[in-house]
């Protein structure tokens, strides 16, 4: 079997067959903060760009004027504007952490002077924490499940235990990170650690036993960390079921309905 990442499309493929993305998986269960924050975001739209409150002749029940259908329209999409940016912010900052766990890696020359001063928590806690980062955007994959991934990073903690640590821009850690990063242990303890084009650059010598999701979104950067792995792993291949089941794969979808069995 041949592993590959194209990169320009963002496609992990196994012997030219395109993987469903470890990071996709999650898209399947649904995040009520996440619901409740677009509402929000929705009505402060409306709020800052209607014609302001008026008042009801003789009641004290204020209404906002101006709102037109145009400017609901826009409201509907204001969460989705403001997810963009966060993620165009959240990349900046993404590749700074890699900065910096691969400079630990010792394949780049660094002074902390030269990194974002937003990722200091992050650098204060792994020295605090970790022994030796292991590997730096590593790619991956399980034939079975038929999914491929990049973890952000593997690393080995004070205590040896081996963890997977993810980045999110968000301003919590939420389930499906935790979830996602179980896809990321299932394929990495399997197969092992892959370059993009798919050389074999390293085998664990032992299973992941720690989760770890770093919120650099959140005011107080804290790692949040997790050692119940098999219930997170049990809960990835239940989603990637649903995944398949609910028809959000593509790709799986249309080769079952060419492939009849």
Known sequence: MKYQFNNEEHVHTLDGH????TSSIGNVLAKPALIQWSANETIKYIKENSSGFEMFEGEQTKFLSGITEELLDKARFAHKKKKEK???EGTDLHTELEKFVKAEMGKWNYEDDDLDPRIKPFIDWSRA???EFVASEAHCYDEDLFVGGITDCVAEMNDGKLAIIDFKSSKEAYITHFIQVAGYAIQVEK???FSEDGEHSKKLDKAIEVLIIVPFG?????PDVRYNVQDYKDGFKAAVKLYRVMGFDKTIKENAVSNPQ
């Open 18 to 21: 395109a993987l469903t993305g």
């Open 86 to 88: 966060a993620a165009t």
């Open 129 to 131: 924490n970790v022994k």
């Open 191 to 193: 197969n092992g650690l």
């Open 218 to 222: 959140a005011k107080n950067i804290v």
